[in-house]
């Protein structure tokens, strides 16, 4: 069955330092994948997606995600964390080669120290 | 409106009661989900309704679970004789047409069964 790990359940990081938060999927082919961020009191929102063509996507808020086919790894990554990126983000990948039905990661939380 | 609108946004009953929980998508989203967020996890397909096709109920865990949508419109998602275990946030998001893939959730229904 298809899944996505999200190795990092919390992750803490000073104001202005760099972020990479990891993501592996299951699936043979090559998915459609999304990141989406949760902040409190509010729903989810979408970051970026890949469909398909360059393996490097920009997303919103600064952020970015390579898609490593040989890793089956979809990371997003920010050169510059601020304040209000704390939040709960989520990797998710289309169920069964579409994007309709999502299967979610467990979420990894992200706190930032000023 | 504006955005996905859930109600209500807290629920608490006792087990073995039923619970309806609504969804109002965006105004012209053909496409409607439902997804479940237990504490600390990330989020379950339930169900998916795309226009006048047969709904995806794969994701429904029981036959306690049931989902109905007004055409284009209001979805509700009604439990019966609620579980413990049903306690989560339940999640709703739609989207546009068949080729806009991004979904807008709502902030969900964080029903309590005590």
């Known amino acids: 069955a298809q899944s996505v790990t999200q190795p990092d359940i919390h992750i803490t990081v000073s104001e202005g330092a760099s972020l990479e938060l990891r993501c592996n999927y299951s699936?043979?082919?090559?998915?459609?994948l999304f990141w989406y961020v949760q902040s409190p009191g509010q729903g989810l929102q979408l970051l970026l997606k890949?469909?398909?063509?360059?393996?490097l996507v920009q997303g919103i808020k600064g952020f970015e995600a390579e898609f490593k086919r040989s890793q089956s790894s979809f990371n997003l990554r920010k050169p510059s964390v601020h304040w209000s990126d704390a939040a709960e983000y989520f990797c998710?990948?289309?169920?069964?080669?579409?994007?309709?039905?999502?299967?979610f990661g467990a979420g990894t939380r992200l706190a930032v120290h000023p | 409106g504006a955005g996905v609108s859930q109600s209500p946004s807290n629920k608490v009953t006792e087990k073995g009661k039923d619970v309806e929980l609504r969804c109002d998508p965006i105004s012209g989203h053909t496409a409607l989900y439902w997804y479940r967020q237990r504490l600390g996890q990330g989020l379950e397909f339930l169900i998916y309704?795309?226009?006048?096709?047969?709904?995806?109920k794969s994701g429904l865990p029981s036959d306690r679970f049931s989902a109905e949508r007004t055409g284009e419109s209001v979805s509700t998602l009604t439990i019966q004789r609620t579980q413990q275990e049903d306690s989560a946030v339940y999640l709703c998001a739609s989207s546009g047409n068949p080729g806009n893939t991004e979904a807008f959730f709502g902030q969900g229904t964080r029903l309590t069964v005590v």
């Open positions: 890949y469909f398909s063509g360059d393996t």
């Open positions: 309704f795309q226009g006048n096709s047969a709904p995806d």
């Open positions: 699936y043979g082919a090559t998915p459609y």
């Open positions: 998710a990948v289309g169920a069964d080669g579409g994007y309709n039905k999502l299967i």
